[in-house]
C-alpha cells in the first residue's frame, strides 16, 4: 500500500508492504541530513525483509530548512503512534514494531523511541549526538543553536522502554560516524537496553544501506532477527 496518510501535512505519508498476518514491523526512516532524500528511495529494502516474514514501512517527512527539526521529529513519531494503532488493520503485530533508520534517519529513529516504547531499534550510520552536527555544515539548513542541539538529541534521553539497540557504520566511514554510532550505545546501556555497536565490513555511507535490499545479507538478517 503506497501514500498512506499517518497525518495531516502533505510530506506525513508512508509506504507499507505486508509480511502475512501477524508480522513484525521494520519502520524505515531514511536520511539525506534531514533536507533531502524520499521514501521511494528506500522502497527496496522490502525485498530483503518481506521474504523472512517481517513487514516494512518506509516513512516520508517534510524537510529542512522549510520544516525545522524539532517538527520533523514530531512528524516521524506520529508515523510510529499510527502504525501501532493501526497494526491490526495492517496485519502487523503491535508489540513487535522496530524502528530503522540510515544517517539523519537514525537520529529519527532513536527518537521515535524515545517517544514511543518500540521493539528494537537499528540504526545505520545514524547521528545521534547533535552537539558535533551544530558545528558542521549541516547545520546551515538545521540552524541547531547550543541548547537545541541538545535537546534534540536522542542521548539525552531514555528510551520509553529498555530494548534491543543496534548500531553500526561502515568500515570506511570516518571516526566521526563510528563516534555516533557508539554514542547511542554507550548512553542506552545505562538505562537498560541490550545494546552493541560494530562496524560494517568493508562499507561506506551508502553501501550500508543498500545491503538491505539482500534478504541473504548478514546485516540484513540481523536486522530480522532483531525484528522477530
Not at 558542521?136 to 538545521?142: H, K, L, M, T
Amino acid at each position: 500500500m503506497r501514500e498512506i496518510a499517518y497525518g495531516g501535512g502533505p510530506m506525513e505519508r508512508l509506504d507499507f508492504f505486508g509480511a502475512g498476518a501477524g508480522a513484525p514491523l521494520a519502520a524505515f526512516m531514511h536520511g539525506g541530513y534531514w533536507s533531502r532524500l524520499d521514501k521511494d528511495d528506500f522502497s527496496f529494502i522490502a525485498d530483503g525483509l518481506v521474504p523472512h516474514g517481517v513487514a516494512f514501512a518506509s516513512i516520508n517527512y517534510a524537510l529542512a530548512p522549510q520544516t525545522p527539526l524539532h517538527a520533523i521529529i514530531a512528524q516521524c513519531r506520529r508515523a510510529i503512534a499510527w502504525l501501532t494503532e493501526n497494526a491490526a488493520a495492517l496485519g502487523i503485530d503491535a508489540r513487535r514494531i522496530s524502528v530503522v533508520g540510515h544517517s539523519a534517519g537514525g537520529h529519527l529513529a532513536a527518537m521515535a523511541a524515545v517517544a514511543h516504547p518500540v521493539h528494537a531499534v537499528v540504526t545505520l550510520s545514524g547521528l545521534h549526538d547533535l552537539v558535533p552536527v551544530q558545528q558542521s555544515f549541516v547545520n546551515e539548513w538545521i540552524g541547531l543553536d547550543d541548547a537545541a542541539a541538545r535537546e534534540l538529541s536522542p542521548i539525552a534521553y531514555p528510551p520509553a522502554r529498555p530494548c534491543p539497540v543496534y548500531a553500526t557504520a561502515g568500515e570506511r566511514e570516518s571516526e566521526a560516524f563510528h563516534a555516533q554510532g557508539r554514542a547511542p550505545v554507550d548512553a542506552w546501556r545505562r538505562y537498560g537496553c541490550d545494546a552493541e555497536y560494530e562496524q560494517s565490513p568493508g562499507d561506506n555511507h551508502f553501501t550500508i544501506c543498500d545491503r538491505l535490499g539482500d534478504p541473504h545479507d548478514p546485516l540484513t538478517r540481523r536486522l530480522i532477527a532483531l525484528a522477530r
